[in-house]
């Protein structure tokens, strides 16, 4: 459902992605492990058009390269930037209704799919009326799971989740990931993550990144075993 084909992105004249290639399968979750400043977060920000990338890029069998970033999340793509994003002044429950209505869903569409976010994160329906300026980092986390949830229909995009989340707060986040991979079989998912264990139990392909190059692309025999 998504092939990246000999992608390369340079900043100047420094290449931070070279020729990265890989193609994810409908429903396939995939850990995307790389040391700090290997290209992790450039690849999942060019899949979504924050770039200005060379190669091929192509989602449901249609060139992403010529579809608008600001188009991309109306098919299906949800993204959870490090960083989160939240717009501090508005509510949990607003950050998360955001991108439904940049997609312009219908009112009965965007009541299911908050629904679902809240099935899958229940805690999130606890804090919904709280500014997302009060909310923990850890919390804060959820949350960019939570709206990432609301548009991604085919597959989603997760940069480092795990990064400073207490344990008791990433336990919950990969049971939240649990129940999505079980609502949800044919949602892709992308995970980053520096540490190479702690998606072991939980990927069912590792792909590694080192210097901007794919160094390795295989299954997790640990999921399959
Ligand atoms: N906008 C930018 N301008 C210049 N260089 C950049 C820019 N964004 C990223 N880089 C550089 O590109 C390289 C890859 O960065 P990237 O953020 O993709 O790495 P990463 O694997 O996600 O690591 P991290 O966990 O530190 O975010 C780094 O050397 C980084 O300094």
Known sequence: MLTLNGVTVSFGSVPVLRNVSFALKQGETVAFVGRNGAGKTTTLRTIMGFTKNGGE??????????????????????????????????????N???????????????ERRLGRVYDI????????????????????????????????????????????????????????????????????????????HLLRSFAERIITIERGEIATDVPNTDVAA
């Open 121 to 196: 994160l229940p805690e999130l329906k606890d804090m919904a009326k709280r500014p997302a300026g009060s909310v923990s980092g850890g919390q804060g986390k959820m949350v960019a799971l939570g709206r990432a949830l609301m548009i991604a229909t085919r597959l989603i995009l997760l940069d480092e989740p795990f990064q400073g989340l207490a344990p008791v707060l990433a336990n919950r986040y990969a049971e939240a990931l649990r129940r999505l991979r079980d609502a949800d079989p044919n949602l892709a998912l992308i995970i980053t993550e520096s540490n190479p």
């Open 96 to 110: 998360i209704l955001l991108p439904a209505r940049v997609a312009s869903l219908t009112a009965a569409e965007t």
């Open 57 to 94: 890029l192509l989602f449901d069998g249609r060139d992403l390269n010529k579809v608008e970033s600001h188009l991309r999340p109306g098919l299906g793509i949800g993204y959870a930037p490090e960083d989160r994003r939240l717009f501090s002044r508005f509510t949990v429950e607003e």
